[in-house]
């Protein structure tokens, strides 16, 4: 008994261990672009001002928010986890998922509207732009792009938890999976409170 408790904490542990070693390996992937981007803006100060005015701040600031709250409701369910209310976790991370989804649709418009106004990598209006803006909107494009598809996997990671509570896999004693989960929501939430004031907030 003792010995098959002794695995399920080595279990846990290496489990936490390799989602903290691949958080670590996404932390330095946006780090290489957030290096780019302060290089390129000591550069390009002036060009990046102007393409940062053809943002949407209020989105911008939307979305923050958005994801702010649902970092709060990931953080909750873990917590009902623990103390024995399933329900109650499935509830919060059903709301996560929409606030994901909410995320998700204002990037749409946002992106929408960028590409009506065909300011999008190799388009006309993009080639005839000073150099420094064709970088901005580069960078955004390239971010924004990749933080978007961070939040579609985090979302699917939480829909296969909510699967998993409803099924009763993850209980008080095991919810690693779970938890797992929780950690790459907030690196989501994490990365887009840097871009949020690199992107729509440049003077």
């Known amino acids: 008994m003792e010995s098959t408790k002794l695995n399920e904490y080595t279990d846990r542990d290496t489990g936490k261990l390799g989602m903290w070693l691949f958080l670590f390996t996404e932390l330095f992937l946006f780090g290489g672009l957030f290096l780019v981007y302060a290089v390129m803006r000591t550069k390009y100060a002036h060009?990046?001002?102007l393409g940062a005015l053809e943002l949407n701040a209020f989105i911008g600031t939307a979305n923050t928010v958005v994801l702010l709250v649902s970092s709060m409701t990931v953080a909750m369910s873990l917590t009902a986890i623990q103390t024995n209310n399933p329900s109650k976790a499935f509830g919060l991370i059903l709301i996560t998922v929409f606030l994901a989804i909410i995320f998700l649709i204002n990037k749409y418009f946002?992106?929408?509207?960028?590409?009506?106004l065909k300011l999008y990598p190799g388009s006309d209006v993009m080639r005839s732009l000073p150099h420094g803006e064709i970088m901005f909107f580069g960078l955004y494009f390239?971010?924004?792009g990749l933080h978007?598809?961070?939040v579609i996997v985090g979302a699917v990671l939480l829909i296969?938890?909510?699967?998993n509570l409803k099924s009763g896999s993850i209980t008080q004693e095991h919810y690693l999976l779970q938890e797992n989960a929780a950690l790459y929501w907030h690196l989501v939430d994490l990365i887009w409170i840097f871009l949020f004031p690199l992107l729509y907030l440049v003077t």
């Open 47 to 49: 060009d990046f001002h």
């Open 148 to 150: 978007a598809l961070h």
């Open 110 to 116: 946002e992106w929408g509207h960028k590409i009506e």
């Open 160 to 163: 296969i938890v909510m699967f």
């Open 142 to 144: 390239i971010m924004t």
